[in-house]
Structures are given as C-alpha cells and as structure tokens.
C-alpha cells in the first residue's frame, strides 16, 4: 500500500479503525482488490468476509437478478432463524448479528421505612445492541439465506 497517510492520521488522534477506513476509503480499486486477495487466505477472515458480502448482495435492476433456486420446505434462515414457508416471497432479511445472553442486574431502591432493599433480576440481551429478545433485528440482508433442516 502506497498509503503513509494511515499513519500520520493516527498519531494525529483519531481511532485505529477510523484511520484504516480513510486509507482503504483512498485505495485505488485495483490496489484495495489485491489487498483484500491476501486477507482471504486466513480462515476467520474468509469466513467474515463472506458473511459480509452476502450481507451488501442487494440486486440493482431485473436485469442483474439472478433467479434464485427456491429452498427446500425444511429450510430455515441462517441470519434470522424464520423458517421458510411456501408462501414466502425471499424479501428482506431483518436479523440481530450477535447472540442472546443472560446477564445479571442489581437494582437498589429503599423500602418506605428507609432499609436498602436489593433486587437481583436476570434479563435475557442481544449482545449486538442490547435489546430484548422479543425486538426486530437491526441488520440488514437483501435476501434470507436459507439452510435446510
């Protein structure tokens, strides 16, 4: 990379991440391709990488969209866990990309003759943005990612 920009930018203050988006931002196409050709070779990243390009695949006009193979009937969606039914159109995907996980809450209050009172509750979160359960995911995929059963 022909960028000593990234570097400069950082020891000016700004965040590691935010400096590394200004310099992928400034690469030229073909440099930024061959750049992300070599992360490709580590596992964990091609996972990541893959994940994220099925993510942006939003078809642009009729033209380009390919017809999909419909899913089998015990398919479910890998993103957002709906399982698919015949009557579904393969619209978009709403999802939550984190897990839920059950973390312990403390709560002090005082009783009306003054005694510290302490209740512990557990309350199930999304780790992604510590929603309820229950609540819409905020992600975004431009199709359900079907995986059979």
């Keep these: 990379m022909a960028s000593g920009s990234s570097l400069a930018t950082s020891a000016a203050g700004e965040s590691d991440g935010?400096?590394?988006t200004l310099a992928l931002a400034a690469l030229p196409e073909a440099?930024?391709?061959a750049f992300a050709a070599k992360l490709v070779t580590n596992a964990t990243l091609q996972r990541?990488?893959?994940h994220e390009l099925r993510l942006r695949a939003v078809p642009r006009g009729r033209s380009e969209t390919r017809q999909r193979p419909a899913p089998p009937?015990?398919?479910v969606c890998v993103n957002?866990?709906?399982a698919h039914r015949a009557t579904d159109a393969d619209g978009p995907c709403s999802f939550h990309p984190g897990h839920i996980e059950d973390d312990m809450f403390e709560f002090l209050s005082r009783t009306p003759e003054g005694r510290e009172l302490r209740i512990s509750r557990t309350l199930a979160m999304w780790t992604c943005c510590a929603e309820a359960p229950q609540m819409p995911g905020r992600a975004?995929?431009?199709a359900h990612l079907w995986r059979a059963e």
């Design 18 to 20: 935010h400096a590394c």
């Design 31 to 33: 440099e930024l391709r």
């Design 48 to 50: 990541a990488i893959a």
């Design 73 to 75: 009937a015990d398919a």
């Design 80 to 82: 957002c866990q709906q």
């Design 140 to 142: 975004e995929a431009a």
